[in-house]
């Protein structure tokens, strides 16, 4: 018997030692997602997860993604780097975005940091949506889906946002969690450039600090409490050219960021470029997971508990794959919940046409009906605030309006699918110089997509002329009169546009700018309602002749 026994004991004075002995390793896992925007069901795949237009994402199919990783170790932490709400879909934004803090809840998300989108609508109503409650200058939207708002159950973090009366930071500056007997301390912040990304009105009150100076303040503090850990998460971003493997050549503005930050920081969850990477910066690994609930980033920290040191760090982003795993039931059943919702709002008449058809499809000029009605529109909600002429992309138009055999009105669905991405009115200004340069940068893409302007706008090309030179001399006027290159002109156009995008760079280079609270959609509806109730239907069958083509 006893030397049965005798072995037994030895085994199990050994277990003892072992749990009074910390283990030279610990992995600590984190789930993260940034720029979600509200899109709570799947999308058209953006980052090489599927076929072009393949349906990716859905937060139900996120949840399934994060609930793999929890059957992996369920400790995971799982966190958010800003933009979760903001230029989202319908089925979101008619609901003032609580459907999506609602999920981010049933995702079990633990922080977040905020993101500019955040302060889309100010102040106030962020504060409402973080903290629960009604009050709200939305009341449209706000407190709809469900009776009484309850907040986000998960803190949004900022370091760098403060309330410019109080001086205070406006959210908490940090959190720190516990996985595996681990201390991880996530410090959160925003871009420093705010002002050049929300509307002024979205920025009253507030006050925002730079980026690693307020991060690297906290340090000393986080140290004292004796973290294992430190994350960063940061709502701004870079580009790779290489972002498929460990890449070393981040560009853009958080890798300044980062080479500020120093190595007391042992991780950058990144954001707000909509890209996919995995990179270093310097020995800091830096990585972002696309947007839109694509991807799902998963962080393996490889902990050294007795020295409180990260060791090892691992990061991959994971695709969302729709039933690749089990989507989350609960999850599941709130977008099946708001999707019925959204869609009594989505078949609301909004107004009459002014001809059965406006297509998208450009003529040889490169001119559609449909463009020269948004360009319309959006002169209309910025004239009042100076704006002279209004440009649009034509790839920003994502569907022709068009009603059905019997078909009155035009419904708010049709409006959405047309002009779906919520981007903000943003007023420039730029040089008649400027301007003129602005109209040839479409010649310098593939494909070519000219400009749509607003009525009193004209201009001619001559695809004979060399690229750059393709506007013809001269021909470019405004309410007749030609444009004069030292004069200042203000446009108004969407923000996409406004950032650069569709090669409009010339636009960034625009001073005075103004970014509106109204939306292209909401400017679109505002402006049909309006034509439809004085008795002039907006839109009209054919091209206005706004743009001429001069060869052939
Ligand atoms: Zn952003």
Known sequence: M?????????????????????????????????????????????????????????????????????????????????????????????????????????LGLQLSAVGNHELDNGKAELLRLAHGGCDSDRPAKACQFEPHWQGARFPYLAANLLDAQTGKPLFP???????????IAFVGAVLKELDQVVAPKGLVGLKVTDEADSIKALIPELRAQGVDAIVAVIHQGGTSEDPGRDCHDLQGPIVEVVKRLGPAVDLVASAHSHQAYTCHVGRIPVFQGGAYGQLVSHVSLQIDPRQHRVTRVQVENLPVIPRQYPADPQLAALVARVAARSQAVLERPIARLGTPRLEKGVNSA????????????????????????????????????????GQERLT?????????????????????????????????????????????????????????????????????????????????????????????????????????????????????????????????????????????
């Open 412 to 552: 708010y669905a049709q409006l959405f699918s047309c002009q779906p991405f919520a981007n903000r009115l943003t007023l420039i200004d730029l040089t008649g110089a400027q301007l003129r340069e602005l109209l040839e940068q479409p010649w310098r893409r593939d494909p070519v997509e000219p400009f749509q302007v607003s009525a009193g706008f004209t201009y001619a090309w001559d695809a004979r002329r060399p690229i750059g030179q393709r506007v013809v001399p001269g021909s470019v006027r405004l309410d007749g009169q030609a444009l004069d290159d030292r004069r200042i002109y203000r446009l108004v156009v969407n923000s996409f546009l406004a950032d650069g995008g569709d090669g409009a760079t010339l636009l960034k280079a625009g001073s005075n700018r103004l970014a509106m609270k109204i939306t292209d959609l909401e400017a679109l509806e505002r402006y049909l309602v309006q034509q439809d109730r004085q008795g002039r239907p907006a839109g009209q069958g054919e091209p206005a002749g706004r743009i001429r083509r001069q060869d052939g």
């Open 2 to 106: 006893s030397s049965r026994v005798m072995p037994l004991a030895a085994l199990s004075l050994l277990l003892l030692g072992c749990a009074h002995a910390p283990p030279e390793s610990v992995t600590v896992n984190l789930a993260l997602i940034n720029d979600f925007h509200g899109y709570l069901q799947p999308n058209p795949a953006l980052f090489g997860q599927g076929q072009p237009g393949q349906l990716v994402g859905g937060v139900a199919n996120v949840g399934g993604v994060i609930d793999h990783l929890r059957q992996q170790d369920p400790q995971t932490l799982v966190i958010g780097s800003g933009d979760l709400i903001g230029a989202s879909p319908a089925v979101s934004a008619l609901w003032a975005d609580e459907p999506t803090l609602q999920a981010m809840n049933l």
């Open 366 to 405: 490169g001119e559609s009906a449909l463009g020269d009605l948004i360009a319309d529109a959006q002169l209309a909600a910025a004239r009042p605030l100076g704006a002279q002429l209004a440009l649009t992309n034509s790839g920003g138009i994502r569907n022709e309006l068009a009603l059905a055999p």
């Open 173 to 183: 500056a940090y959190r720190i969690l516990t996985a595996h007997g681990q201390k």
